[in-house]
C-alpha cells in the first residue's frame, strides 16, 4: 500500500482560498476527495500521473487548480472563492486500476489522513 501523507487544512474565510498537498512515496495518478459530516465522500478533482491531465466536478470548476511537483511526489489542491460548503474535511486519494477521470472513490484503496477546512468565525 502506498503511504500518503497530507497536509494543509485550518481555518479560512469565506471568500478566501486553502491550499492543500499531498505526497506520496511514487508518482501515481491522483484524486481529491471531501466529505461534510454525515455525507458521502464527495469527488473534487483528479490529475494524471503524466501529462497534468486534469478534470474538475462541476461546483469547483472556475475555483479550483490541482497542480503537481514531480520531483517530490506532491499533488496539490488549489480553491478559490471558498463558500460555506466548502469547508469540510479533503482527502488525497491514489488507486493502481485508476482510468482517467476516475471520479467513483471506489476506484480508490490508498487515502490521506484527512486535511479538515473550517470557516472562520
Known amino acids: 500500500q502506498v503511504h500518503l501523507v497530507q497536509s494543509g487544512g485550518g481555518v479560512v474565510q469565506a471568500g478566501g482560498s486553502l491550499r492543500l498537498s499531498c505526497a506520496a512515496s511514487g508518482r501515481y495518478p491522483m484524486a481529491w476527495f471531501r466529505q461534510a459530516s454525515g455525507k458521502e465522500r464527495e469527488f473534487v478533482a483528479t490529475?494524471?500521473?503524466?501529462?497534468?491531465?486534469?478534470y474538475y466536478q462541476d461546483s469547483v470548476k472556475g475555483r479550483c487548480t490541482v497542480s503537481r511537483e514531480d520531483a517530490e511526489n506532491k499533488v496539490y489542491q488549489q480553491l478559490n472563492d471558498l463558500k460555506p460548503e466548502d469547508t469540510v474535511v479533503y482527502y488525497c486519494?491514489?488507486?493502481?486500476?485508476?482510468?482517467?477521470?476516475?471520479?467513483?472513490?471506489?476506484?480508490?484503496?490508498?487515502w490521506g489522513q484527512g486535511a479538515q477546512v473550517t470557516l472562520s468565525s
Open positions: 490529475i494524471a500521473a503524466a501529462g497534468g491531465r486534469t
Open positions: 486519494a491514489l488507486s493502481p486500476t485508476f482510468i482517467f477521470p476516475g471520479t467513483s472513490e471506489r476506484l480508490y484503496d490508498n
